[in-house]
């Protein structure tokens, strides 16, 4: 079965420091790729996605992510984190499956970001 | 403004009493799920439509059933809630081309004891 790895659970970081939370899937064919932010107590909202074109996807509040086919990754990243970027990070992964748009989620990744 | 929404957003039942979560869209989406997300498991998926009167089970549908009479409503019933319903429920619809990625409604945290 189709699935979605995220390579870390909880991550720790001071202001100023870099990031990059790892995905893998397992899908083989085409695929749709997003990267969503869960803050402390509100719903998902959409950081990022890449549907075709360059692998490189910048997205909202300085995140960017590369999708590389051969790996099958789409790892999230940025260059300096914020405390306000505190928050559960979930990257899902959709695909055609009988004319419906399936879409799964990895496990999610829990970032602090310390002062 | 486009969005998704779910009620009530936070709701504690006790064990066997049939309850309702709505979610209605204002998008024209063809598609529209419901997720149950629980710690260290991410979000999984209850049951999707993809259009009024089509609806399809997901990776976890037991216990729950849901309809799709209009489009805009996709409607989670308990029929008979137990304690491993405890959860937080999340709605999401989609176009049908999946171009804007899903949109999420607020959530709606259940405690059934």
């Known amino acids: 079965a189709q699935s979605v790895s995220q390579h870390n659970h909880h991550v720790i970081l001071s202001e100023a420091a870099s990031l990059e939370l790892g995905c893998n899937y397992s899908?083989?064919?085409?695929?749709?790729l997003f990267w969503y932010v869960q803050y402390p107590g509100q719903h998902l909202q959409l950081l990022l996605k890449?549907?075709?074109?360059?692998?490189l996807v910048k997205g909202i509040k300085g995140f960017e992510a590369e999708f590389i086919k051969s790996k099958f990754s789409f790892n999230l990243r940025k260059p300096s984190v914020q405390w306000s970027d505190t928050a559960e990070y979930f990257c899902a992964v959709s695909w055609d499956s009988g004319g419906y748009n399936k879409l799964i989620f990895g496990a999610g990744t829990r970032l602090a970001v310390h002062p | 403004e486009a969005q998704v929404t779910q009620n009530p957003r936070y709701l504690i039942t006790v064990t066997g009493k049939k309850l309702t979560v709505t979610c209605s869209q204002n998008m024209n989406h063809e598609y529209m799920s419901w997720y149950r997300q629980d710690p260290g498991l991410g979000l999984r998926q209850i049951y999707y439509?993809?259009?009024?009167?089509?609806?399809d089970k997901g990776d976890v549908p037991e216990g729950y059933k849901v309809s799709r009479k209009e489009k805009r409503n996709f409607p989670l019933i308990l029929e008979s809630p137990s304690p491993n319903q405890t959860s937080l429920y999340f709605c999401?619809?989609?176009?049908?081309?999946?171009?804007?990625?899903?949109?999420f409604g607020s959530g709606t945290r259940l405690t059934v004891v």
């Open positions: 899908y083989g064919g085409t695929v749709n």
């Open positions: 890449y549907f075709s074109g360059d692998p």
């Open positions: 439509s993809m259009n009024v009167e089509v609806t």
């Open positions: 999401a619809s989609s176009s049908k081309t999946g171009s804007g990625g899903y949109t």
